[in-house]
């Protein structure tokens, strides 16, 4: 994967080019989907859980479009000024800096704007005339409004477990986006991910991908999130370092992502359940 | 549609000017009873859910009325200033610059403030001089008051299925509108719409119709708002694109308006009923 | 009705000297009690809800009193210094703007601060000094403190409806004020005015306002706030225009004052009842 | 009373030196209180409510004590730097400007900061080594420190009835003050004041006094505060005028003080009932 | 007692050398404890209620450890900025300026943050890395880190009975400090006081103390907070100036400490009772 | 232990190089977890109660991997530019300064984050592409993006017992770490670290842990949080001083920890048992 990372002001983000394929196992008709709707112009939503894959299938998504990809990641003090650019002072000069959205919309990439719902409200607006026919993107600091190349295409995400009434996509939003939903990758796929990316054995890895998707059956029962494939590929590192696999899977698959201490003493058991019987 | 898109500063919006006639169907009196409040200087205010038809009647109205038409989309860091204009430094000058609802007021456009009621409260203020008999808009940075032209339309959108106990009209302020309710088109003008504007057959536009009208009545079952036209139009360019009709409508008509897995499984229902039937 | 607009930086405001009588029907001893305060330098403040006619009573105390009359729409987002005054820069010269307060205590004019209540409550702090026998207006940007002309008068309103726990007059402040209530006209005056300014008959002038006082009724069934007599003339302006009587009221007197849909029907029926009857 | 006005920067005040006794009938023994304070360099805190005559009485013990007075209207804005002073921009060069509390500091005033708990937090830690026997107050922004002269005094008021959990002051302040508690006068010297300010006679003054008494009763049963001085003056001043006494007493004694219409309709059976006996 | 007043920008304080000793009587092995924290360099936080005597015990180990005491009155607007120093512009040069905790560290003094949870949240963690073995105060803005001189302490204050859910100092900051607890005199050492520093004799000064010490006894009955001896002082020099014992005591002992009229009531008898029986 | 303090603009941080081994008894195996994670760039988060050792162990395993320690404590102040860096006006020029983030990806160096919960959500957002495979830091005011050096690691710590609803680290932030889980340590190491850096004997300070190790079963009890290891060691240094042991014990163990009275009874109890039975 050859990467160019580039910096625009007032936010970061990266461009990549991707001239390899990025691994990616779909899980559905995603792929088929999403290039219908780039064929068309439809602005997408990919809405799932943390650590599904949604960032993977992006850059899969850029390299067989053969376009750029900029991810930006929101949070709540992401205004639209950072993603449309702003005057900086550099060396005494007044220098306009695109901004990430800006440059996608020069340049015909795919903008990705991670968990979407989490910036501030006036960027929400600022897409808005991005997602209809109209494609436009006004910049008021330079005067001009700009017509999205025609291989222009925005992205979102957002995770509908994490919505809650203070932060939630407003209708008017959400209906302007075509929605795909992601969900963690079946045993197979996932145990061949993990083996591949922690270096351990297939055994092993579904060892892990077994622990993995009981523990995600726990949602209903108090846990917030399920585990991320990337935690089963840490306890698989941790594992191929040589710790002993029940303390490996401790860091990386109980401590991380919860502080109860029932919960943890009933994943604990599944550890030991499926580590012995393997 | 040829279309002029202008930009000032402190805010986006465009003024269109509408040399064809926007494809529009009339579901009742509206047009009477904007083109009356035209000619008696009074302003309008269109209330209906999101993708109900609102901006497309401006642009008709627009275009029958033939005034250029300027659109600003609020948000909650709209202020006064944006809508009015501000100074800017350009390359060492300084330059007043006008904002969008300034522009309509010199030209004679209509203006057309979409979701009023989520800019900041001394935008409303600024409005209400413009609204009475004294039509004026008093520019404190510049130290003059404008006089509108005749021709000066104010018109808001407001979605009542939005307000709360924060955000809402007050009373002196929706009493200065006439006003105008909208909701969805029929089921014969909106399949023709969808097929028209998606590329499908009328028997496919017209399931698809068939759907969304059936989805409309879960309003009362906890939908949060209606689906709007425009997703029965994405649903319909991705069975156009080779999307099976059932996965085109899970993505564009289920995941873009709820999360809700009992709502969810109740349209897939509809959805493959209706799909079958025809 | 001769106009002088004048804008001082800060805020917009607008100085009038009527040379024509403005048209108002007295309710009460309203004018006596305001003349005798003029008199005796004693500040008032006019109580009343929305559109009943504690603006145009200004005008018309204005002009017998044969002062300008300054009014400020007060918003949340009005500070002192916007009643005051700042320095601006023009031109690359700095300038002393004086606000429409300090014009209205150097000329002797009537300042109307409507809604009061709505500004930031440091304008209430600089308003005190100018409602006891002091009479002054401090003026710390310059340096100054202007004692008020003997003619000026300092008057606001208020809506005793719309004050919140939040949003409240303190008694330190109201008692600074002698109050006048307003309320709405008498039919007979209502008709007049109706009929007048929207040009209908003095019959459907009459329908109009037997309507309109009926709904003033439904305050105590929920309805915010009483209809205005604005919307009585909207009302006679669509009729006028060729609108239907139905179709008219509806824009005009239904779905300004309430979304909601009992409301709407138990007002429905009091419009269709009194146009068929007359 | 001869007054000289003083403006310094950032928050308006002034500074009287009394030539003439102000007119003022004593409640108790709050003269000897205040003078024993004043000797002994003990800050002093004038409890009551609204318009009971504390402004009045530190006008009169400025005079006795031949000191000048400068008095500071504390709203949730002021802030220390209000306080103290700041540097302006005059004419390009920069200037230090005293604040009100500065100027009392050198020049021996009393400084009367009324209604103190409205301001900013930071304002109190200002005054709290003033009111010790350090007797400094820090000028940060000059680099110096002041001791005040022997003949300063720092006097605050505060309403017991206003204060509420957010806006309290906090023992650690209130303890360093001895306080004096305030209420309205008698009935035999507000008939008096009534009588004087007002120009009606003996009589009228009288029965407006009782009509102010029995409403403060009302204080325990709904109404937020009792009515001030100040409002028996105003109806007196509209009945001298000419305004009949019950119209007089409506405009100045219930409409000022409640929005309540019970607790109108109560106020007004005694205006009636004492108006009609005397 | 000798006082050099020095003041640094960005927030106010004095730093005292103390020649002759502070009057202090120890209440019980404070003083040693105290020595043996600043032998050993560890931090102290003298935890009581208002008034007890935390700041003349400052002043007293201030003097017999033979160190400067500088003391920084803490409120909520203070920022780490405030302690540390920061750049002002001073004739056109900038200049930095040490804030007092900077000179307190360099020049080994005491330094002493009263009611060190009202500051936000910066300024404690400013202090963390001085409490522990580093004791380094690192100057962002300078680019320096100060090793605090050997004979530099740090000392806080705080009063159990004002934290709230808001404000608390948290345990990782808490833990930093060993703690001793204070409370007031027992009534002889504050009859002493009183007698002394009031000038009234020891017979009056013991009915103060007297009344005093019941006085505190209501803090289980709804008093917010118990009487300080500087109130007991003021009495003594109300009453020394020919005031009226009752009448001095209600000023300097009821109106200081409640506005609740039962608990008025209620210590007024204590006042009376005690008042007879001496 | 050689220290060098460094210090970068907008946040005071210091980075260590150690040449001494500093002193940490393991209490599981948290150093083999820690290395494995070191080795394999996995980023590290330490969850535990105040004060049970987890900055000693960041010292311990910053030695044993012979990389400078970089440890910022976060607040809630704490912005992403604090970390990153800014440019800042030195005689006059424009100077580039790293933030500690900046200066550990540079120099390969351990950044740990201090309680990183504290710190604003914009500082999370900025270690998120540390964190993956890409380790990247853009710094948006330089318009570069720095690849970290192999050496890098980033490590974060935070108390599951203080974590609210407001203040938490988010699951697609936990999920990026793996956790090690660190109590107190067990009594025999706790003896020997209290005897060793107090200097008292064996035997006074298992006295000490013991009371300690009874203290915090008090947790369940209402108790906010366990006693530290450095509260032990300060009640020795003033045992050692010459303090009576009870009193040593009750500013270095009882006043620090809680302010209630029932609590603070029940540990004097257990310290007086302690103390006589030893």
Redesign the interface.
């Known amino acids: 994967m050859t990467?160019k990372?580039?910096?625009?002001?007032?936010?970061?983000?990266?461009e990549y080019i991707f001239e390899n394929e990025p691994y990616y196992v779909p899980t559905g008709?995603e792929i088929?989907?999403f290039t219908?709707?780039y064929?068309?112009n439809?602005p997408v939503?990919l809405?799932g859980p943390?650590?599904c894959g949604k960032t993977r299938f992006m850059e899969y998504m850029a390299y067989h479009l053969n376009r750029p990809l900029i991810t930006v990641?929101c949070?709540?003090?992401?205004t639209a000024t950072d993603l449309i650019g702003r005057f900086i002072i550099k060396g005494g000069d007044v220098e306009w800096?695109d901004g990430p959205l800006t440059k996608a919309v020069k340049n015909g990439a795919i903008c990705y704007l991670d968990?979407v719902v989490?910036a501030?409200?006036?960027t929400?607006?600022?897409i808005?005339?991005l997602t209809?026919e109209?494609r436009?993107l006004?910049?008021?600091?330079q005067?001009?409004?700009l017509?999205a190349k025609p291989e222009f295409m925005l992205s979102i995400s957002y995770?509908?477990g994490?919505?809650s009434v203070i932060k939630d996509l407003?209708?008017?939003t959400?209906?302007?986006?075509?929605?795909?939903?992601f969900n963690y990758p079946s045993m197979n796929t996932e145990t061949q991910i993990v083996a591949h990316e922690s270096g351990v054995s297939q055994n092993t890895a579904h060892s892990l991908v077994e622990i993995g998707h009981r523990i995600r059956n726990f949602k209903q029962h108090g846990l917030?999130?399920g585990?991320?494939t990337?935690?089963l590929i840490?306890a698989g590192?941790?594992i191929?370092?040589?710790?002993?696999p029940n303390?490996?899977c401790r860091?990386?698959m109980i401590?991380?992502?919860t502080?109860d201490f029932d919960l943890q003493m009933s994943i604990s058991e599944i550890i030991s359940a499926v580590l012995e019987w393997e």
């Open positions: 990467s990372n580039i910096l625009c002001n007032g936010q970061a983000f990266e008709n088929e989907i219908a709707a064929k068309n439809l939503n809405k943390t650590g990641a949070h709540e003090d992401l800096n968990e989490e501030r409200t006036d929400l607006v600022v808005h005339p209809d109209r436009i006004p910049i008021d600091k005067g001009i409004v017509k995770n509908p994490y919505q407003k209708q008017s959400r209906q302007r986006f075509i929605a795909i939903e917030e999130e585990i991320s990337r935690l840490y590192k941790l191929n370092e040589g710790i002993a303390t490996a860091s990386a401590e991380p992502i502080d």
